[in-house]
């Protein structure tokens, strides 16, 4: 197969199915068509609108191949097609992964028939460089995390410095790092310091093994961020990497952000706006944990009662609209007495358009890469609460390195969340007072809104990120030019 200077490439794009994963590879994927590649998505039915919609804004088009979801195969009940449906169990999220594992043969007979260029493959599908190497497709790998993260993560894997230390809570320090950076093991899964094999450990080292053999790492990140660790990944790490965003920055209109993830908000856009609007600058908290997390209602009483006890005005989403349309857990007439203080939303919110607000002052995160990167694309501070994947690595970077954060003081990694794991109102109000008005509050805004600006220059013409993807779709091109 060989390109001829007219011909297009054609990139097929293949995002595991959890909203994290598929709204940045979205990005991602029209970043690529708006650079005249042809680029393909592939998803399954019930995703289908989170794409379909992107179609409808705009943007450059993007393909749509649907494959079936094997949901019933493995015990999942029918329409459970993404992760975030399958979160409420350990046991229910790892058949869900199993289901995602089984679509390799769909991805063989399509690559087969269709015979793309490039796969640009999730990092949850391992085996998918195998399957393009079949009919001698490069694959490149998406993860969705940092250069810190991937470096990070390596430096564990590798040199298992948690080995070093007697006590869960005991910090150990990243060997070679360029800055001194601590973890505990209380901070990383379980299961991958375990000597002997675990499903979880044994997936990881797939993972690994398939960024080691694949033709290099897309990185939904840009070089000022986190310079160090860009060139750690590449020079120390010998990766093949390219940074390419903030890919979020390319929904320019209000319609293209507010439809990211499919575009059925609880609070639509206008709504949204008209309530931000009415607020002064840089004095209302957001609240969200992602597409995933799922907190107990212990919790939510415990951010119920400190956000009672702020002064601040919030917006608080909560993942399950059943318990935000049911007010039995709340403290007792909790929606009276913050009325017109706050909104509490269950379901889904446009998140880019509120972040970007200037009446938004700060943003309570669990940490995913996408909610970070968003943040510091909108110039906002953040409280941290990492909960599980590498969200403990994203909060050092922030709060260590960016120096934009402050920890609530979560402590322990969990995908299900428990009793023990609760963190206090006193401490979530801490950490909230911190960012709106501690010592450091005006030093953190300014630092912000330094890399907002820098983020901003990274995707502007010859700015980092647009570079590094101008130089990867010519060097792509140029493995077909004869
Ligand atoms: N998101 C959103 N509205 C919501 C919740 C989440 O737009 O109500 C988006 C958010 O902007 C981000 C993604 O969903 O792009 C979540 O990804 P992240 O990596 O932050 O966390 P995850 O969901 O993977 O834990």
Not at 28 to 41: H, Y
Not at 69 to 96: H, Y
Not at 115 to 142: G, Q, S
Not at 257 to 262: I, L, V, W
């Amino acid at each position: 197969m060989s390109l001829k200077p007219k011909d297009k490439l054609h990139i097929v794009f293949f995002p595991f199915m959890a909203h994290g994963h598929m709204i940045p590879m979205l990005d991602t994927a029209t970043l690529f068509a708006a650079r005249g590649i042809k680029a393909t998505i592939i998803t399954t039915p019930r995703n289908f609108p989170i794409f379909a919609r992107a179609n409808e804004t705009g943007h450059p088009s993007i393909e749509i191949e649907v494959f079936r979801f094997p949901s019933l195969e493995n015990g999942l009940p029918e329409g459970c097609e993404n992760l975030g449906q399958a979160m409420k169990s350990i046991e229910m999220a790892e058949k869900f992964i199993k289901s995602a594992a089984m679509l390799r043969q769909q991805l063989e007979q399509y690559l087969e028939k269709s015979r793309p260029h490039f796969l640009v493959a999730d990092m949850f599908f391992p085996w998918a460089t195998e399957c393009a190497a079949k009919f001698n497709i490069p694959r490149l790998i998406f993860h969705g995390i940092s250069f810190f993260a991937h470096c990070t993560k390596d430096m564990i894997m590798v040199y298992q410095p948690y080995k070093h230390v007697s006590s869960d809570e005991d910090p150990f320090v990243i060997p070679y790092f360029p800055n001194e950076i601590t973890l505990t093991r209380s901070q990383i899964p379980e299961d991958l310091m375990k000597h002997e094999q675990s499903e979880l450990k044994k997936r990881h080292e797939k993972i690994q093994e398939s960024e080691l053999q694949c033709y290099g790492v897309i990185v939904n990140s840009f070089y000022e961020l986190e310079p160090d660790y860009v060139d750690f990944f590449k020079k120390k790490l010998g990766r093949r990497a390219w940074h390419i965003g903030p890919v979020s920055s390319c929904n320019k209109s209000l319609k293209d952000k507010a439809q990211r993830g499919g575009g059925e908000a609880s609070m639509n856009e206008h709504e949204c706006l008209k309530w931000l609007n009415l607020r002064k600058p840089n004095s209302v908290i957001y609240i969200c944990f992602g597409s995933l997390a799922n907190f107990i209602v212990p919790q939510l009483q415990e951010i119920a009662k400190a956000l009672e006890a702020l002064e601040y005005d919030f917006i608080w989403v909560l993942r399950d609209d059943r318990i935000a349309k049911n007010e039995e857990w709340l403290p007792l007439g909790f929606k009276k007495r913050t009325q017109g203080k706050g909104l509490l939303i269950g379901g889904w919110v446009p998140q880019v358009l509120i972040l970007e607000h200037e009446a938004t002052g700060a943003f309570v995160t669990h940490c995913g890469w996408n909610s970070t990167l968003e943040a510091i694309s909108a110039g906002i501070p953040m409280v941290t609460w990492p909960l599980f994947a590498e969200q403990f690595y994203n909060e050092k970077l922030v709060n260590h390195i960016l120096k934009i954060g402050t920890p609530v003081g979560a402590k322990k990694w969990k995908a299900v969340h428990s009793i023990e794991d609760v963190v206090e109102h006193n401490d979530i109000e801490k950490a909230i007072k911190n960012i709106m008005e501690g010592d450091e509050t005006q030093a953190m805004r300014n630092r912000a809104k330094n890399l907002k600006e820098m983020a901003r220059k990274a995707m502007e013409e010859d700015g980092s990120s647009y570079r590094d993807l101008c130089s990867l779709i010519n060097e792509l091109r140029d493995h077909y030019t004869p």
